[in-house]
């Protein structure tokens, strides 16, 4: 049996649904002596250091985890968890860590986006019982802004770089602690927690040890869900957002089975986009929260869900914030939450005040689940222009002139699914989100949407060079090619498709063929 060590301050589902997968039973720590009784205890840290060990303190946990540590039984901590074991943080400075390891947390200061989100590789330094099974060279799911920095190299199990050298997993006789998410990391993470479970496990050093590894570009499967005219929740998927074929909503798949395959199949990602979300209260959609109760238990990559997240009052009159909505969504299994619409009107009104309000839904979701667990999805539709001068906006030149031979363009934010177009540019939402704590822009295009003509570079181009967080491309992919472009020609860290999938026109493996040896990717 494995203790899991959850204080209650976020989603620690998947690491629970993982463990589960392999056929172990896990108890959650209800109180100081589960603790102190453990056999093995796993330890998922969520949120930010300060909170956390706010959180322990409160709970009396710091004294029983010290124990724990110095007992010698196995110990796994995860991301936060592994921050935990160190004296302090830069993130909370004036606060106390477990101190089992000496050394501190430090913030990422890299020319690179930040937070380092994605799949990225491991040099390993010395023999461990988590590399059972592994040639060296597999790719881990990474997603934080912080890194540890031990004194003692004897402690450094693995380093990866981005931008600098950072150590990303560590080792002190049976305690491990890793700074990536094995839950999160497909096939290869579960092996690692299996070696972590698996009595008996030898300590090994795998035949290929890279002395430097490159963060891979992202493929992410798309899948817009909604409800069809019979009540069916299903798969489907638009034309410029249109997603009616002769008065029907299409219908191309169920949410879990698609969601599942392309998990198989090799998706970095899934995102999930609760399409009709701007008119239905998802707390009221409990289908969607099943669906991604389900799929948690069955996809170990990171999954992202958007749709209808901003505050509500139902028909009884009473409140939900938008925190309260995210909070549902990562409860049921979600590792980010995306904010389309509210992100707009949120946007707005910072412009038109000028100073943050402190409890938006992307300032309040991020204090609490981290930046990188909010996501601001852009709906954008070219307006062309004759001169910059024209419009108060964001305008590029571009080379695709418009229907009157119009030079110029700007990139219009909509809302409502495209329905409503707002009086803000597309690079000024990203700019201002990123601002107010948002971690990841899914950038869509409303004019390639289910297009097949490619990705619009050019909307990449002025989005990804405003912002420094990372940026998702979506919308418009329709061959192989094209994700060699807009990875080559653009800095977008990751790209999105789905009607190519759900299509089968272009398998996700056969995107990843094609792009093996051209660009770092997740085997
Ligand atoms: O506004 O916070 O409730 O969120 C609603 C979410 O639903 C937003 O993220 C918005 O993008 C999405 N959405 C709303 N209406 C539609 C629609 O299609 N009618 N889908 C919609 C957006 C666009 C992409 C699509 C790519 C790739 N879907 O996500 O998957 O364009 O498509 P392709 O590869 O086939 O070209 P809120």
Redesign the pocket.
């Known amino acids: 049996m494995i203790t899991l060590l959850d204080y209650g301050a976020g989603n620690v589902r998947s690491v629970v649904n993982a463990i589960e997968s392999l056929g172990e039973t896990v108890r959650t720590v209800a109180a100081a002596e589960d603790i102190l009784s453990a056999e093995k205890l796993v330890f998922p840290g969520v949120g930010a250091f300060g909170s956390m060990m706010a959180i322990l303190n409160r709970e009396g946990y710091v004294g029983p985890l010290k124990a724990y540590l110095a007992s010698g039984r196995p110990f796994l901590g995860i991301c936060l968890g592994l921050h935990a074991l160190f004296e302090s943080s830069e993130e909370a400075p004036a606060v106390e860590g477990l101190g089992f390891i000496q050394g501190t947390v430090k913030r990422f200061v890299v020319d690179r986006a930040v937070p380092h989100i994605g799949w990225n590789g491991l040099a390993i330094r010395q023999p461990s019982r988590l590399f059972e099974g592994l040639a060296g060279d597999e790719k881990f799911y990474f997603v934080h802004s912080f890194h540890v920095a031990p004194e003692d190299p004897a402690a450094v199990l693995t380093t990866t770089d981005y931008g600098d050298t950072f150590v990303s997993a560590i080792q002190k006789g049976p305690v491990l602690a890793t700074q990536f998410h094995p839950e999160k990391s497909g096939r290869n993470g579960l092996r690692l927690l299996e070696n972590f479970i698996k009595p008996g496990t030898e300590a090994t050093l795998p035949d290929i040890r890279p002395e430097q590894t490159r963060l891979a570009k992202r493929i992410i499967a798309?899948?817009?869900v909604r409800a069809n005219d019979r009540g069916d929740l299903v798969v489907?998927?638009?034309d410029q957002?249109?997603?009616r074929e002769e008065g029907e909503v299409r219908n191309l798949g169920k949410p879990v089975e698609l969601a599942r395959g392309y998990y198989e199949e090799g998706a970095d990602e899934i995102?999930f986009?609760?399409?009709?979300?701007?008119r239905d209260f998802p707390l009221e959609d409990m289908p969607m929260l099943e669906v991604l109760r389900q799929t948690s238990r069955k996809v170990f990559v990171p999954l992202t869900i958007?749709?209808?997240?901003?505050n509500y009052t139902d028909v009884n009159g009473r409140v939900y914030s938008a925190l309260e909505v995210a909070a549902e969504y990562f409860r049921s299994g979600a590792d980010k939450i995306?904010?389309?619409?509210?992100?707009v009107t949120i946007a707005e009104a910072y412009r038109q005040t000028g100073r943050k309000s402190g409890d938006s839904a992307i300032e309040e979701i991020a204090r609490v689940y981290g930046s990188q667990a909010v996501v601001i999805?852009?709906?954008p539709r070219r307006v062309y222009v004759h001169h910059p001068a024209d419009v108060d906006h964001h305008v590029i030149e571009t080379a695709l002139p418009g229907p009157e031979g119009q030079k110029y363009c700007w990139y219009q934010c909509t809302?409502?699914?495209?329905r409503e177009g707002r009086d803000l540019d597309a690079v000024t939402l990203a700019r201002v989100c990123e601002e107010l704590g948002a971690g990841e822009i899914?950038l869509?295009?409303i004019d390639?949407?289910?297009?097949?003509a490619g990705f619009d570079l050019e909307l990449i181009k002025a989005v990804k060079s405003a912002v420094g967080i990372p940026v998702i491309a979506?919308?418009?992919?329709?061959r192989v090619d094209h994700f060699l472009d807009v990875f080559r020609r653009t800095e977008a860290e990751s790209a999105?498709?789905?009607?190519?999938?759900?299509r089968r026109e272009v398998p996700i493996g056969t995107v990843k063929g094609f792009l093996r040896g051209k660009v770092e990717i997740r085997s």
């Open positions: 798309c899948l817009d489907t998927k638009g957002y249109d997603v995102t986009l609760n399409i009709t979300g701007f958007g749709g209808g997240i901003r995306s904010i389309g619409s509210d992100a999805s852009i709906d809302v409502k699914g495209g899914l869509n295009c390639r949407d289910g297009t097949n979506s919308s418009g992919a329709g999105l498709a789905a009607g190519i999938f759900h």
